[in-house]
Structure formats: structure tokens, C-alpha cells
């Protein structure tokens, strides 16, 4: 469960949407041509393949079917967030959002309910919606499961005091755990300044003191008011039959009533702003920022995607006038710009990120000139074509992908219509340089803005927001375009698999494993792995290799860095670079049409890197203020203290050695352009390396292509693979201070000797999933989260190397520093009771029926597949593999996955790294307690 963050991209994946209560039905001539029966689902829109139906009792109903996904996705979207709270309720409509997940008396164990079938749910809460999800392997049982919970919990989940007393301290940690970032309670500040009248100036997780003392009486109120059918969109998206759907939806949701009430509607309008407004935060922490927003209309306003525009053009990195006015100038290391496009009139943000040593007045300065004037350089058709480019971009990925759709919906319906998505995407397209310019005089001026002090002014210059539109007017008799070609039905099975890949090896030594199959969209993944050196040879080189590979996307000989990103947009594309100093590891997601050109790009990158002086300076400032941001931060402290205790056996300079934070630093400030330069001409090439692809391409076509871009490229220094060695670290226990931080971080665990061809690594497989995985449904989970309060995230994590006897048992945690004893025994004792007496029959069945559906999902994501499959190829294995793994994994007992436990865990050998801010809780808790405290 989780909110949606408060600052939100300007692309599309907008996410930062508003909702409509029963937004008035669209025109019946906009309805497909089926009639439907009285008292049934009613046909109301069709747009691009996307249906929507109403039944009688006011549900909105979204139908996206798509055959090419194993999986189907239900969301429900319920149009109620924190805009609707009153006072006292600040942070009720997210605390309602985790009890949902308490249970009703059909389902009295949803975590439970939900594992077992595989699925992979989640709720989020936002300024005026909150919603519901759960992607589960496509099966007309598991839709029907799906449908008969969330209409079940829709009017009869507990909301009971009993949950809410463990609940509200969960969410009370997550709180908490949001205060310890400066930068993001800065945003928080500035919004609460911003808006003085209207909900949308309160976080959505609301106060401290509003979710310790809500009454229970109020969250079952406010569940009775706003969960209802008649103010909620249920969409279905995946494979499924859509007939059947329809019957399902009308014998699940079709039975429930609305109340005799109807819903009720807010009214707030926050008034033109009159003057500048100013924010200061005084915290700790390591970098300084600025933050700037302005009022614009609501998300359906037309002016919203001239909106959009501007903000990628401001915002871009590396191409947008902030990021060349701030950061090519080493006035501010990272600078941005964000939208929030809403129900009623939202924000257009700013941001910008100081180091020490940078002025803070000569940032605010420039920013503000950049953004207040920017409508007195008018905007070049190449930057509207670019932002434009780049935002289309994300809309059509999103839209190839049936599951993001299914959630990405959730925000347009709360706007007011799940059809404004496809009607703002036609708006994206038509906006000119003259509207991007025209936007920003309207709405970036100085009486607009909040950030900076209050001067009287003789002639207020306020920007008037035009009226509100009329949304079904303009929506009437929408039809969108044609629909997306669809793929076909796969079947991720590991023998399905296997009769389909191709596997080969090129001449020049590069292996190559192929899965063709038609996908929605004509999408394909491909995965490419390069490995180089040894271990003398590597020995001191790690920042230099680090470096190497960061630099690759920041221009080649021929292209910039700016020069890259528009291509890839231009392409459809994404890529991802991520290398160290033993090899480098390729994403790339595009189009059938696409790959080749996009495979000449990356070989580009790969063989060409331009290593420009000036891309150098600036990579080196935003890593430098990255590190110096998180250097107080309890889970980066935690972590590398962790990863130092546990990892101790390699001297420094080794390939794996563990630094400190100030040693990574150091290591930034002092690793040279040339030294990453002859990394990358001593050690690249592709004589060891492997290539996996999955989707829709022509596999002759392809190796063909990979031969002639890396078949001839040798790496100039010798191979051998660099060895993992196991560390026998005894039990350590670290305390880490971090001062004036909500939050501490928690991380205990235990060296393995193993590799993943144990016969033992099925059975610990099933006992972490049942000891620290599912969904909130583990031994973890159900006592420190659900039970005991102490933690809004806790698990454990159990991984086996597939090359040498080397792994590691590891269990984590976030939780109010005065808890920490608490926390720390609770955990000790789970594992000791899970050591010595095991787990239930029920919990091992319910498991491995969970965890075998949780991997044959997994197989169904191209990406990930393909990144399987590259690895493999590296392993020398097959998905043999793991039909060998699941079949030895199905008959375990109780009693071998205990001994396997037994065997290898021990709470006597755990390492425990705590951090947070234990010395000032000790105060608070020493603090004497007033004689007549407030009630």
C-alpha cells in the first residue's frame, strides 16, 4: 500500500490525477452499438478498443481486453482522497485505505486470500481518489475471485478498532519515515503556503495528530459516504473473456445497492493568489533546495497540454532551460520541473538542488528569471517538438501495456473521464510553440508564485484562471483512433519456453538466445550482457569502470547527450545503461520497426563514447550531490555499514569491495576523465558477452544485425571470470545515529554457504516466502506490521549465487527509533519459532500455490524474461532449470523445509545494523509528562 507522491512527472504518466464524482454520462450515440437489457450493464463509450458500461446502480465500468497478457488486472477506483477530509481527518482517507485490507467476514485474511492466488495487489490514496488493484494470472476463477472481494469489500469490510489501533501506528512509521527527507517536507510546506482554503495544500498522509486520535466512528463514516458504487470506475485489462466479464461484473457488483444519499460533493475554490508567497524549513540534512509553484486550471482545461509541454521544456534533462540555466552553469546540481494535473485547479512545479558551496540567492535568482521570463524568449518549434515528442512517447508505452493502462486509468476517470487521456494526447499533438509561449506569460508570474517573500506591489499582476469547462460537452461523440493491433496468447510456461527460444553463438564469441512472438504494439525486450577482465587486472579500477559506463549515454563521437535522448524518442525507445567494473548490462524496449535503428544506437554508445569533458563535470556534480543528500539518511547509512559487516573478506580496490560513504566520495572527487577513458579502451568489447530477446522481431534478421554490430569488436584484455568467496561473519551488532530523523532502518543477516543448485534452495525459497515475503501475509509481516504495529515495511530477503557456493539471508525494517528493542525481538523470536517448529501445512500449501504463480508471472514480463534468459546463457542452463526447481519444489514437506531452515539460518549468527535517531528518542522518552495533558 502507498500513496502517490506528492510531486508528480509532467510526462504522461501524469498519475497525479483528480477525481469526479458521477461525472454526468456521456451521449448514448458515443455507446457501442449492443443494446443491453434493462436493469444490466449499459453500454456508454468506446474508445481505441477501451469500453465502458454503466450499470443502474451508478458503477462505471471500463472493459480493456487484451490477449496477449497471461494476466488480468482489476482496479477499483473510488472517487474520494484527502481533498474530501475534514478537520481533524487530515491523513483518514489513506488510514481507510490499509484497513481495507483488514478483511470482511467472507474474506477475513486478504493478505492470505491474495498470496495464494499469485496475485500482485496494491492501493494508493491521492488528492481525490483512491484505488485498488490486483493483477492475477488471467483465469476466469481468479477474475471471479477478484470481482466477488472487491465488491465484497466495497460494503462490507470490518473497519474495526481493533485494526485500527495496530494500523495507525503503521501508518504513523510511514509518516515518519516521509519527515526524514528535508526536500520532500520542503514540497509539503510549499504547498500548505499555496493553497490557503482548498484541500489539495494538505499531504495526503496527513498529521501525526489527526491519525493518533481519529475516532473509528469517523473512518466507518467516511467509508459509508464514499465507498459506494455510484462513486467508483472498476476496470478490468488483460486477458479475459469480454462476455464473460460483463456477466461477472453484473452478478458481483450488479447485486449492490447505493445509499438513499447521494454522494457528496466538494465545493472549495481557492482564490486567485495575490502576491508571492515564501516557505523556509530549517532540518538537517546535506544539500540545500528551492522550491517554486505556480496555480494553473484544472487537468481538463485545454491550456493543460500546452501546460505539459512547457514543463518538459522548462524541465528537461539535459535539454530543458533550467537544466541549462541552473546546472550547465554549476549554479545548482539537479533542476526539474512537475505538474500536478487534477480534478480542480493544480500546480506547476520547480525544483532545484544545491550543494554546499553554491549560492542558494544566485540559484533563486536564476530560476526565477528563467521561469518568470521564459515567455519573453518564445519557444522554438525544436523545443515544442521535443517535449511533445517525448511525452507521446510515454503515453503510447503506456498504452501498449494493458496492465499500466488498467492503473494509469484510475487517474484520468478521477479527473473527471478515463476517455481525457486519448483527448489530451490529441491536444499534446496539436500544441504549437505560440501556445507553450502563450501558457507561460498567463500563468508564471511573480503574484503566482510561491517561494519567496511578501512585497507589497502598487498593480497586482494576478493570473486569472479561465472559467471551468464543461467536460461531457466537450467529450460528446469522442471516438479516439483504431484500436492497437493485438499480439497473441502466450503461454510462460518453462517447457513452452524452451520450444520457442533459438540459441546461438556468433563467430566472434557474443551467445545469443531468441523468443519471437507477436505482442501488443509490436513491443520487443532486449537484454545484452558484456564481461571483461579478471581479477589482477581489475584490481583499483572500479571508480574509473563505474564511470566509464555512466558516461556512455552522455554523447558519442557523432551524438550528444540531448542528441540521444530525442533519438530515443523519436525511436519509441528506452535504454538502460548499467556497467561496473566487471561488465555492463543493456535494457532496451522499443518496436519491431524501431530495433534495428535502435540497436545501431546502442552500439554507438557502446563503442563510441565521446567522453566529453563538460558531460564529465556535470555527472560528477550530480552523483557528488546525490551522495551528499542521502549521507544522514538512516537507510543509505544502514546500508552501506550492512553491506561493509557482511562483505568484509575483499581488501580495497578489489572488484566487490564495500566502500564507505566518504570513501565513495572521495572516489567521485578524485577519479579522473582520462582514467574512465582508458577503462573503457583497455577493457570493452563483446568476445564475452550474451544477447537475449523477446517479443516481436525476426530472429535471422536479428542475429544477422548483432553480428555486424559486435561479431568484430574484441576486448583487449583477457577473461576470467572473478569468484565470489563465501565470509563466515560471526554475529555483529552497529547503532548509527542519525539525528533529527522520524525514521530509523533496520537491516539483520546471515551469510550462506550455497549455491542455487542446492538441493535445500527450493525448500529456503518456500521458507522465506512464508517467513518475510508475500503480500503483508508473512511470519514478518503478520506480527511486526499487522499485529504489533512497529513497521510500515518489513521482510526478508534470501538469495544463492548460480556460479560459486556463495549467499546470504537478510531481513529489513522501518520503524520509530524508540521501538527498536521491540522490533529487534519480535524479529529473533519469528525466526526461532520458525527454526524450531516450521510452518503450518496450510501456510506451506497456500505458499507454494502463491510463489509458483509469483514465478510463472514473472516469466510472462518480456523484460525480465529476456534478462533471464541472457543469464542463462552466462550459466550455461536452460528453463529446464526451473521446471526442475518447481517440480522438486512441489512435493516438500513441512518437516524439509524446516530442516532446510534449520540448517542454514541461525538468529544467534544474525548481524544487526540499526540506524536512526536513538539518542533523541531517549530524550523524548525521559521528557516529564505535563499535569494536565491536552485530551
Same mark, same amino acid.
Given at each position: 500500500?502507498?500513496?502517490?507522491?506528492?510531486?508528480?512527472?509532467?510526462?504522461?504518466?501524469?498519475? *497525479?490525477?483528480?477525481?469526479?464524482?458521477? *461525472?454526468?454520462?456521456?451521449?448514448?450515440?458515443?455507446?457501442?452499438?449492443?443494446?443491453?437489457?434493462?436493469?444490466?450493464?449499459?453500454?456508454?463509450?468506446?474508445?481505441?478498443?477501451?469500453?465502458e458500461?454503466?450499470?443502474?446502480?451508478?458503477?462505471?465500468?471500463?472493459?480493456?481486453p487484451?490477449?496477449?497478457?497471461?494476466?488480468?488486472?482489476?482496479?477499483v477506483?473510488?472517487?474520494?482522497?484527502?481533498?474530501?477530509?475534514?478537520?481533524?481527518?487530515?491523513?483518514?482517507?489513506?488510514?481507510?485505505?490499509?484497513?481495507?485490507?483488514?478483511?470482511?467476514?467472507?474474506?477475513?485474511?486478504v493478505?492470505?486470500?491474495?498470496?495464494?492466488?499469485?496475485?500482485?495487489?496494491? /492501493?494508493?490514496?491521492?488528492?481525490?481518489?483512491?484505488?485498488?488493484?490486483?493483477?492475477?494470472?488471467?483465469?476466469?476463477?481468479?477474475?471471479?475471485?477478484?470481482?466477488?472481494?472487491?465488491?465484497?469489500?466495497?460494503?462490507?469490510s470490518?473497519?474495526?478498532?481493533?485494526?485500527?489501533?495496530?494500523?495507525?501506528?503503521?501508518v504513523?512509521?510511514?509518516?515518519?519515515?516521509?519527515?526524514?527527507?528535508?526536500?520532500?517536507?520542503?514540497?509539503?510546506?510549499?504547498?500548505?503556503?499555496a493553497?490557503?482554503?482548498?484541500?489539495?495544500?494538505?499531504?495526503?498522509i496527513?498529521?501525526?495528530?489527526?491519525?493518533?486520535?481519529?475516532?473509528?466512528?469517523?473512518?466507518?463514516?467516511?467509508?459509508?459516504k464514499?465507498?459506494?458504487?455510484?462513486?467508483?470506475?472498476?476496470?478490468?485489462?488483460?486477458?479475459?473473456e469480454e462476455?464473460? *466479464?460483463?456477466?461477472?461484473?453484473?452478478?458481483?457488483?450488479?447485486?449492490?445497492?447505493?445509499?438513499?444519499?447521494?454522494?457528496?460533493?466538494?465545493?472549495?475554490?481557492?482564490?486567485?493568489?495575490?502576491?508571492?508567497?515564501?516557505?523556509?524549513?530549517?532540518?538537517?540534512?546535506?544539500?540545500?533546495?528551492?522550491?517554486?509553484?505556480?496555480?494553473v486550471?484544472?487537468?481538463?482545461?485545454?491550456?493543460?497540454?500546452?501546460?505539459?509541454?512547457?514543463?518538459?521544456?522548462?524541465?528537461?534533462?539535459?535539454?530543458?532551460?533550467?537544466?541549462?540555466?541552473?546546472?550547465?552553469?554549476?549554479?545548482?546540481?539537479?533542476?526539474?520541473?512537475?505538474n500536478?494535473q487534477?480534478?480542480?485547479?493544480?500546480?506547476?512545479t520547480?525544483?532545484?538542488?544545491?550543494?554546499?558551496?553554491?549560492?542558494?540567492?544566485?540559484?533563486?535568482?536564476?530560476?526565477?528569471?528563467?521561469?518568470?521570463?521564459?515567455?519573453?524568449?518564445?519557444?522554438?518549434?525544436?523545443?515544442?517538438?521535443?517535449?511533445?515528442?517525448?511525452?507521446?512517447?510515454?503515453?503510447?508505452?503506456?498504452?501498449?501495456?494493458?496492465?499500466?493502462?488498467?492503473i494509469?486509468?484510475s487517474?484520468?476517470?478521477?479527473?473527471?473521464?478515463?476517455?481525457?487521456?486519448?483527448?489530451?494526447?490529441?491536444?499534446?499533438e496539436?500544441?504549437?510553440?505560440?501556445?507553450?509561449?502563450?501558457?507561460?506569460?498567463?500563468?508564471?508570474?511573480?503574484s503566482?508564485?510561491?517561494?519567496?517573500?511578501?512585497?507589497?506591489?502598487?498593480?497586482?499582476d494576478?493570473?486569472?484562471?479561465?472559467?471551468?469547462?464543461?467536460?461531457? *460537452?466537450?467529450?460528446? /461523440?469522442?471516438?479516439?483512433?483504431a &484500436?492497437?493491433?493485438?499480439?497473441?496468447?502466450?503461454?510462460?510456461?518453462?517447457?513452452?519456453? #524452451?520450444?520457442?527460444?533459438?540459441?546461438?553463438?556468433?563467430?566472434?564469441?557474443?551467445?545469443?538466445?531468441?523468443?519471437?512472438?507477436k505482442?501488443?504494439? #509490436?513491443?520487443?525486450?532486449?537484454?545484452?550482457?558484456?564481461?571483461?577482465?579478471?581479477?589482477?587486472?581489475?584490481?583499483?579500477?572500479?571508480?574509473?569502470?563505474?564511470?566509464?559506463?555512466?558516461?556512455?549515454m552522455?554523447?558519442?563521437?557523432?551524438?550528444?547527450?540531448?542528441?540521444?535522448r530525442?533519438?530515443?524518442?523519436?525511436?519509441?525507445?528506452?535504454?538502460?545503461?548499467?556497467?561496473?567494473?566487471?561488465?555492463?548490462?543493456?535494457?532496451?524496449?522499443?518496436t519491431?520497426?524501431?530495433?534495428?535503428?535502435?540497436?545501431?544506437?546502442?552500439?554507438?554508445?557502446?563503442?563510441?563514447? &565521446?567522453?566529453?569533458?563538460?558531460?564529465?563535470?556535470?555527472?560528477?556534480?550530480?552523483?557528488?550531490?546525490?551522495?551528499?543528500?542521502?549521507?544522514?539518511?538512516?537507510?543509505?547509512?544502514?546500508s552501506?555499514?550492512?553491506?561493509?559487516?557482511?562483505?568484509?573478506?575483499?581488501?580495497?580496490?578489489?572488484?566487490?569491495?564495500?566502500?564507505?560513504?566518504?570513501?565513495?566520495?572521495?572516489?567521485?572527487?578524485?577519479?579522473?576523465?582520462?582514467?574512465?577513458? &582508458?577503462?573503457?579502451?583497455?577493457?570493452?568489447?563483446?568476445?564475452?558477452?550474451?544477447?537475449?530477446?523477446v517479443?516481436? $522481431?525476426?530472429?535471422?534478421?536479428?542475429?544477422?544485425?548483432?553480428?555486424?554490430?559486435?561479431?568484430?569488436?574484441?576486448?583487449?584484455?583477457?577473461?576470467?571470470?572473478?569468484?565470489?568467496?563465501?565470509?563466515?561473519?560471526?554475529?555483529?551488532?552497529?547503532?548509527?545515529?542519525?539525528?533529527?530523523?522520524?525514521?530509523?532502518?533496520?537491516?539483520?543477516?546471515?551469510?550462506?554457504?550455497l549455491?542455487?543448485?542446492?538441493?535445500?534452495?527450493?525448500?529456503?525459497?518456500?521458507?522465506?516466502?512464508? $517467513?518475510?515475503?508475500?503480500?503483508?501475509?508473512?511470519?514478518?509481516?503478520?506480527?511486526?506490521?499487522q499485529?504489533?504495529?512497529?513497521s510500515?515495511?518489513?521482510?526478508?530477503?534470501?538469495?544463492?549465487?548460480?556460479?560459486?557456493?556463495?549467499?546470504?539471508?537478510?531481513?529489513?525494517?522501518?520503524?520509530?527509533?524508540?521501538?527498536a528493542?521491540?522490533?529487534?525481538?519480535?524479529?529473533?523470536?519469528?525466526?526461532?519459532?520458525?527454526?524450531?517448529?516450521?510452518?503450518?501445512?496450510?501456510?506451506?500449501?497456500?505458499?507454494?500455490?502463491g510463489?509458483?504463480?509469483?514465478?510463472?508471472?514473472?516469466?510472462?514480463?518480456?523484460?525480465?524474461?529476456a534478462?533471464?534468459?541472457?543469464?542463462?546463457?552466462?550459466?550455461?542452463?536452460?528453463?529446464?532449470?526451473?521446471?526442475?526447481?518447481?517440480?522438486?519444489?512441489?512435493?516438500?514437506?513441512?518437516?524439509?523445509?524446516?530442516?532446510?531452515? &534449520?540448517?542454514?539460518?541461525?538468529?544467534?549468527?544474525?548481524?544487526?545494523?540499526?540506524?536512526?535517531?536513538?539518542?533523541?528518542?531517549?530524550?523524548?522518552e525521559?521528557?516529564?509528562?505535563?499535569?494536565?495533558?491536552?485530551?
Amino acid at each position: 500500500m502507498r500513496r502517490v507522491p506528492l510531486s508528480l512527472f509532467a510526462a504522461l504518466l501524469l498519475t *497525479a490525477a483528480p477525481a469526479l464524482a458521477q *461525472a454526468p454520462a456521456p451521449s448514448p450515440k458515443a455507446a457501442p452499438a449492443a443494446k443491453a437489457k434493462a436493469g444490466t450493464l449499459a453500454p456508454v463509450a468506446s474508445v481505441e478498443g477501451i469500453n465502458e458500461y454503466r450499470l443502474p446502480n451508478g458503477l462505471r465500468v471500463v472493459l480493456f481486453p487484451d490477449p496477449t497478457k497471461p494476466t488480468v488486472t482489476v482496479n477499483v477506483t473510488y472517487f474520494v482522497g484527502s481533498k474530501h477530509e475534514g478537520y481533524g481527518e487530515a491523513g483518514m482517507a489513506h488510514l481507510l485505505e490499509h484497513l481495507m485490507f483488514k478483511g470482511t467476514p467472507k474474506t477475513t485474511n486478504v493478505p492470505q486470500a491474495l498470496t495464494e492466488r499469485g496475485a500482485r495487489p496494491n /492501493g494508493t490514496t491521492w488528492l481525490d481518489r483512491t484505488n485498488y488493484f490486483e493483477t492475477l494470472p488471467a483465469s476466469d476463477a481468479n477474475l471471479n475471485w477478484a470481482l466477488s472481494f472487491e465488491a465484497d469489500r466495497m460494503v462490507n469490510s470490518f473497519i474495526a478498532k481493533k485494526d485500527l489501533d495496530s494500523e495507525m501506528t503503521v501508518v504513523r512509521n510511514e509518516l515518519e519515515r516521509g519527515e526524514n527527507d528535508p526536500h520532500s517536507v520542503l514540497e509539503r510546506r510549499v504547498m500548505s503556503a499555496a493553497y490557503l482554503f482548498h484541500n489539495y495544500g494538505k499531504p495526503t498522509i496527513g498529521t501525526k495528530a489527526d491519525l493518533e486520535n481519529v475516532p473509528i466512528e469517523r473512518l466507518q463514516a467516511f467509508y459509508r459516504k464514499y465507498y459506494r458504487p455510484d462513486n467508483a470506475m472498476l476496470v478490468v485489462a488483460g486477458r479475459f473473456e469480454e462476455a464473460r *466479464a460483463l456477466q461477472l461484473i453484473q452478478d458481483t457488483f450488479g447485486k449492490l445497492k447505493p445509499p438513499a444519499q447521494p454522494v457528496p460533493r466538494t465545493y472549495t475554490e481557492e482564490p486567485t493568489q495575490d502576491g508571492e508567497r515564501q516557505v523556509t524549513l530549517r532540518r538537517v540534512g546535506e544539500t540545500g533546495a528551492l522550491v517554486a509553484v505556480y496555480h494553473v486550471p484544472e487537468g481538463a482545461h485545454p491550456d493543460f497540454a500546452a501546460i505539459d509541454v512547457l514543463t518538459e521544456a522548462l524541465g528537461d534533462n539535459p535539454s530543458g532551460r533550467l537544466y541549462k540555466a541552473l546546472v550547465e552553469t554549476k549554479k545548482a546540481a539537479r533542476a526539474s520541473a512537475s505538474n500536478m494535473q487534477l480534478q480542480d485547479p493544480g500546480v506547476l512545479t520547480f525544483n532545484a538542488q544545491i550543494r554546499e558551496g553554491q549560492s542558494v540567492g544566485a540559484a533563486r535568482a536564476v530560476l526565477i528569471k528563467t521561469v518568470e521570463e521564459a515567455a519573453r524568449t518564445p519557444f522554438t518549434a525544436e523545443e515544442v517538438n521535443r517535449a511533445k515528442t517525448s511525452l507521446l512517447k510515454q503515453l503510447e508505452l503506456i498504452l501498449n501495456d494493458s496492465e499500466r493502462s488498467a492503473i494509469i486509468l484510475s487517474e484520468w476517470g478521477a479527473l473527471g473521464d478515463w476517455r481525457l487521456m486519448f483527448l489530451h494526447r490529441d491536444r499534446i499533438e496539436a500544441v504549437t510553440p505560440e501556445d507553450v509561449t502563450r501558457v507561460a506569460a498567463t500563468y508564471l508570474k511573480t503574484s503566482n508564485r510561491t517561494l519567496g517573500e511578501f512585497i507589497p506591489t502598487a498593480k497586482p499582476d494576478r493570473a486569472e484562471l479561465p472559467p471551468r469547462v464543461d467536460i461531457a *460537452a466537450m467529450l460528446q /461523440g469522442y471516438k479516439g483512433r483504431a &484500436a492497437v493491433a493485438q499480439g497473441e496468447a502466450f503461454d510462460p510456461s518453462p517447457a513452452n519456453i #524452451e520450444a520457442r527460444v533459438q540459441r546461438s553463438q556468433l563467430p566472434g564469441g557474443m551467445k545469443l538466445a531468441l523468443l519471437s512472438k507477436k505482442t501488443r504494439g #509490436e513491443m520487443v525486450s532486449v537484454a545484452l550482457n558484456l564481461r571483461w577482465g579478471t581479477e589482477q587486472t581489475l584490481m583499483g579500477k572500479t571508480d574509473a569502470a563505474r564511470t566509464a559506463a555512466s558516461m556512455l549515454m552522455r554523447g558519442t563521437k557523432t551524438k550528444t547527450r540531448e542528441q540521444i535522448r530525442d533519438l530515443l524518442d523519436k525511436l519509441k525507445a528506452r535504454v538502460g545503461v548499467d556497467g561496473g567494473p566487471t561488465g555492463t548490462s543493456i535494457s532496451i524496449e522499443t518496436t519491431r520497426q524501431n530495433l534495428p535503428e535502435v540497436l545501431k544506437l546502442v552500439a554507438e554508445v557502446l563503442r563510441e563514447p &565521446a567522453f566529453d569533458p563538460k558531460e564529465f563535470s556535470l555527472l560528477q556534480q550530480e552523483r557528488l550531490a546525490s551522495l551528499e543528500k542521502a549521507r544522514s539518511e538512516p537507510d543509505t547509512l544502514g546500508s552501506y555499514a550492512f553491506r561493509r559487516a557482511m562483505g568484509s573478506q575483499y581488501p580495497k580496490g578489489h572488484p566487490y569491495y564495500a566502500p564507505t560513504v566518504e570513501e565513495d566520495m572521495e572516489s567521485l572527487k578524485t577519479v579522473t576523465l582520462e582514467q574512465a577513458r &582508458a577503462f573503457h579502451q583497455g577493457f570493452y568489447g563483446a568476445s564475452q558477452g550474451e544477447l537475449a530477446a523477446v517479443g516481436d $522481431f525476426d530472429p535471422k534478421q536479428l542475429a544477422t544485425q548483432v553480428g555486424e554490430l559486435f561479431g568484430g569488436w574484441k576486448s583487449p584484455a583477457p577473461y576470467a571470470r572473478v569468484p565470489q568467496t563465501f565470509n563466515d561473519v560471526g554475529a555483529q551488532a552497529k547503532a548509527l545515529e542519525t539525528p533529527d530523523k522520524a525514521n530509523a532502518f533496520f537491516l539483520a543477516g546471515q551469510n550462506l554457504q550455497l549455491k542455487d543448485d542446492n538441493p535445500d534452495w527450493p525448500a529456503l525459497m518456500l521458507s522465506n516466502f512464508m $517467513f518475510g515475503g508475500g503480500f503483508l501475509n508473512s511470519r514478518l509481516a503478520t506480527r511486526i506490521r499487522q499485529k504489533d504495529g512497529l513497521s510500515y515495511g518489513v521482510g526478508s530477503g534470501l538469495n544463492a549465487s548460480a556460479m560459486d557456493p556463495v549467499g546470504s539471508f537478510m531481513a529489513y525494517a522501518i520503524y520509530a527509533p524508540q521501538n527498536a528493542t521491540k522490533l529487534e525481538a519480535a524479529l529473533r523470536e519469528e525466526l526461532n519459532r520458525a527454526v524450531e517448529k516450521g510452518f503450518t501445512p496450510e501456510e506451506l500449501e497456500k505458499a507454494r500455490a502463491g510463489l509458483l504463480e509469483y514465478r510463472q508471472t514473472g516469466r510472462a514480463q518480456d523484460g525480465g524474461l529476456a534478462r533471464t534468459l541472457a543469464s542463462y546463457l552466462f550459466y550455461g542452463r536452460t528453463l529446464d532449470f526451473d521446471a526442475a526447481l518447481e517440480q522438486r519444489m512441489a512435493k516438500l514437506t513441512n518437516e524439509d523445509v524446516r530442516q532446510a531452515l &534449520a540448517r542454514y539460518v541461525d538468529a544467534k549468527k544474525l548481524t544487526v545494523v540499526k540506524a536512526g535517531d536513538f539518542a533523541g528518542a531517549a530524550k523524548k522518552e525521559k521528557a516529564p509528562v505535563p499535569a494536565n495533558p491536552s485530551p
